[in-house]
């Protein structure tokens, strides 16, 4: 097997650095597109075999050292009792705005509401057949309450920080919830094969250090907490967060995933000793230029702390309109400028 992206997330030595890309599966490649002609987003979800052709995609066409299961961090919302559209952001019939809202959540057994993600991770595992890693993932509480409060995307989270702010009680226990069923469906996924986790926090960057330290850090901290079992490496993911990155130090993940706005040899002195680095090529780059590619590749390995373990990733998603042969480029410049020669 090659199991260069667990050890670098385990901080080991490696011979050339891993690389994945985030949402490697999806709408940048023709051969996804293709699937989503026939099928809606939920479907490809829900369906295994769906599921399991388009996470494998990226793979083989680009060699990615590993693979993510392809789903979404809003999948279990239709199990809490709340029904989610893409068009194509994702949308809310009804979003959670009061204490009444919170308490009629329904914690949910991924084992019977959501056995189509666990049966897509057993059909992943069989399809790569031991040759990499199979990283699972889930939203972190505050970003899935991101969603659940504002109803779709924003721009301010305007309704999100008024709860924060005016009901913190009724936010607790919202976090608390979320706690909850991430932890439990994440150890399903984990149970399931998955040999990773990353755990996605798209929005908690936008929550000031004073929010962050009193609604996010804590309950992230359970969570990890929860799912940490020896030899399946937990990844934060989580952008614009130079303002409370050296609180992360105590959040107990193996791996923080960053974006560009920081190097990663700052952010590796603001956070100090200890857990690997993931990221962080401006995604944009990749719509350039095999040259500002190249360059963009060489800057983010030569600046990559050695005193830890570094997985090659984007600073965000791979954006729709990548080329595919952009996406292939930086799979084979990481693999290549990284080799540790041997003299
Ligand atoms: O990385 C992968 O290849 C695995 C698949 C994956 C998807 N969503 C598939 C998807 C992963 C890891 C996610 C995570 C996700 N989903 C996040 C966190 C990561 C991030 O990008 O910040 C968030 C915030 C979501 C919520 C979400 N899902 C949005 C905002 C949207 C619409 C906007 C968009 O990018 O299209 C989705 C839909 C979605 N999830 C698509 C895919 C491939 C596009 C659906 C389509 O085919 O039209």
Redesign the pocket.
Known sequence: MNDLFLRACRGEAVERTPVW???????YMAQ?REV?KKHN?WT?CRTPELATMV?MQ?IDRFGMDAA???????VGLPAMGLDVD?N???QLENPVRTSADIDTLHRFDPLTDLGFVLDAIKSILKEIDGRIPLIG?G?APL?LAA?MVEGG?SKNFMYLRGLLHEEPRSAKKLMSFLVDTQADYLNAQIDAGVQAI?I?D??AGHMSRQLYREFVLEPMAQLIERVKRPGVPVIY?I?DAAHVLDLLSSIGADVISVDDKLTLSSVAEMIGPGPSLQGNLDSTVLLGSRKSIHEGVKRVLEDAPKDRGHIFNLS??IL?PTPEENAAYLVETVKRLSLVKET
Request: glycine content about 14%; cysteine-free; proline content about 11%.
């Open positions: 890309i985030m949402r490697q599966a999806g709408r996804y989503r987003f490809v996470t990226p993510i299961l392809f789903s979404d961090i809003l893409f194509p952001g994702p993932f939203g970003t969603y995307g990353q996605f798209t929005w993911f952008r965000h998603g729709p």
